[in-house]
């Protein structure tokens, strides 16, 4: 499910702020939710340019950095759901076209995409990974996560929350990447994530932190990438 909407109309050379008021059944987080949305150059750009949400664009401005999605690449999307990155990875892969693939897990149900293959899934699940390596078929080249837990407000409970999902993402990785792949993953800033990036930098050749652009500039999201996967250590 998808929360994106929003316009970016301008008239006169003006930016038109769309001003939201807090209703009796909307809360003042809620209102100041739906604000940010209607406002978001992003949300609107995802509506005109056929995206599912604003965070097409942040896997759109990795591969463009860091040339991560190569044609006939078999690709990883856990926690998939609306499909905005799965729709720039099936894409840049050639997977419509029977080239890459693409397999997509989430919590949510979402609507198909095509050239990927989808299930409703709780990656929590101690199946899950060999769940998701069969959807795959084979060993991925690229395994990505957008997975974020319900925030609580406490910043720092937070913050170890989406950690503790990105290790078990970066747990995953390590089984199911073939030599060379990458990992990318959603974290916040926050320290608690050096246990994380020392595991990732004895897999891979090179970690590094991204924020891209569409992220937004008050957020604390942060992106760890790792590329250059050494491959299965000994007894793994």
């Known amino acids: 499910m998808t929360k994106d909407a929003g316009g970016d109309g301008r008239a006169g050379g003006r930016s038109l702020k769309v001003r939201v008021k807090t209703a009796r059944k909307r809360s003042l987080s809620s209102s100041l939710w739906l604000a940010r949305q209607l406002n978001d150059p992003y949300v609107a750009r995802a509506k005109r340019e056929g995206y599912r949400s604003r965070a097409a664009y942040k896997l759109l401005e990795m591969d463009e950095r860091y040339h991560l999605l190569k044609s006939g690449m078999r690709i990883v999307d856990l926690g998939a759901a609306p499909g905005g990155w799965s729709q720039i990875a099936a894409k840049q892969v050639k997977a419509a076209d029977g080239k890459g693939k693409v397999v997509g897990v989430d919590l949510l149900d979402m609507e198909p995409v095509p050239g990927v293959s989808f299930a409703v899934k709780d990656f929590n699940d101690e199946d899950a990974p060999e769940f998701i390596k069969a959807m795959l078929g084979g060993e991925a080249d690229g395994v990505m996560s957008d997975m974020a837990a319900n925030t609580t407000g406490h910043k720092a409970t937070d913050h170890l929350k989406i950690v503790a999902l990105a290790e078990l993402a970066a747990d995953f990785a390590s089984e ?22 020392a595991r990732l930098k004895r897999e891979f050749a090179v970690v590094r932190h991204v924020k891209p652009a569409a992220s937004r500039a008050g957020s604390a999201e942060l992106y760890v990438l790792a590329t250059g996967f050494r491959g299965k250590s000994k007894g793994a």
Do not use: D, I, S, T
């Open 176 to 197: 199911a990447l073939a030599p060379g792949g990458f990992f990318v993953a959603k974290v916040f800033q926050g320290g608690a994530e050096g246990q994380l990036l």
